[in-house]
């Protein structure tokens, strides 16, 4: 689901680049781009969105748990907020080329989970405590 909405969106992109905005006003309803940005948000949200809820309890000591959950959620919103203030500014300035910015954040998160990231699939939480410590039980 957020494959295709990612799609619609960046073929709407791609268009308005291209041909500018008149065509997306009079081939694509207004509606469409709400709906689309609504359907990311809740896939988002039920799928990769709890990845830190889940994580965060298996990899550190219960007592860090609580804490560390709260700070995900305050610099998720932080960076959230800055990138809803920048975005506009970037996007006047050097035009759609900001998403390279965003690509290459999302390349380089890409990188470190493959590189950092213990795999979890039907192991213990035990298991996966240890694993990321390094240490064999």
Known sequence: VMFFTLCVLGLCDFLFVIFGNPLLTEYFPNYLFVITIFTFQLAFGSGVGCVPFVFIPLAMD????????????????????????????????????????????????????????????????????????????
Do not use: H
């Not at 959230?80 to 500014?89: N, Y």
């Open 62 to 137: 219960s007592k860090y748990s609580d804490l560390v959950q709260s700070l995900t959620c305050v610099t998720n919103g932080f960076f959230g907020v800055l990138v809803m203030m920048f975005f506009p500014i970037l996007l006047d300035r050097i035009g759609v080329y900001v998403m390279l910015i965003f690509g290459g954040y999302t390349v380089f998160a890409a990188l470190v989970i493959y590189f950092y990231m213990p795999e979890i699939k039907g192991k213990s939480s035990e298991e996966i405590y240890w694993d990321i410590r390094g240490k064999q039980k």
